[in-house]
């Protein structure tokens, strides 16, 4: 079972806030990142390239935390405890584009690339992350 | 030996930027505050008090990661992934009140509180994590 958001914030993921992805390195050492984020209600949605750090990380250890601090007011801030419980690449080209629209106010992530090249260039992946505890503040 | 924060990203650590401090939990989950921190010129000094998650963390595991991250410019960021070298209390109330004006511009941290009273209610403690690994962007 998935853990909620709670209402009071769930504005902390909807608004294009650059929230902190981390991750943990073979050696145990956490690994910290800023990344763009989508609730989708049940999961976490993050998306990366294939070969990324983060992405050969999360493939290895699904233990993963995201910390969402409000930029109008760092003593309010949200951190989510999950697992990855699935890593896909499916719908990850539009995904990327959906956050591109929500933190660029652009229209696409590649804009102007051609397909064919885009996918010669990387591979884009997605990360559905199962919130297991909640903490806001 | 520390690696050094390189001089184009140092002002993350020396303006009042509220930070990411990541430990990890006992069954190897990251656990993600933000934090008040200092800069030193070797460690990173952040500070805390004595019972807190945190606290019990940086104790058993001394692997940390910091993240901070430019307010005014999300893509800017720097990650110190570095060892608590020294977990001490000589001096750390010396040094909230310092972050606290630098932080909030207020001259003590528990400001009207006695020392007495102080001690009572709670210990602080100031971590020295020196950097292993940074990564500037």
């Known amino acids: 079972m998935a853990v909620s958001i709670p209402d009071?914030?769930?504005?902390?993921f909807d608004r294009p806030v650059v929230v902190t992805?981390?991750?943990v390195m073979p050696d145990g050492q956490p690994q910290a990142t800023p990344v763009w984020i989508k609730?989708?209600?049940t999961h976490l949605l993050v998306n990366t390239a294939r070969g990324r750090q983060k992405d050969r990380n999360m493939t290895r250890d699904s233990k993963v935390t995201?910390?969402?601090i409000d930029p109008d007011n760092p003593y309010r801030y949200v951190e989510v405890r999950g697992v990855v419980d699935e890593i896909t690449e499916e719908g990850a080209l539009e995904l990327i584009n959906e956050l591109a629209r929500k933190y660029r106010g652009a229209e696409q992530y590649y804009g102007g690339v051609a397909p064919a090249e885009l996918r010669q260039r990387e591979t884009r992946v997605t990360y559905k992350i199962r919130p297991v505890r909640v903490l806001a503040h």
Not at 8 to 12: E, P, Q
């Open 8 to 12: 009071s914030h769930r504005d902390l």
């Open 39 to 41: 609730y989708d209600g």
């Open 21 to 23: 992805l981390v991750t």
């Open 66 to 68: 995201v910390l969402s």
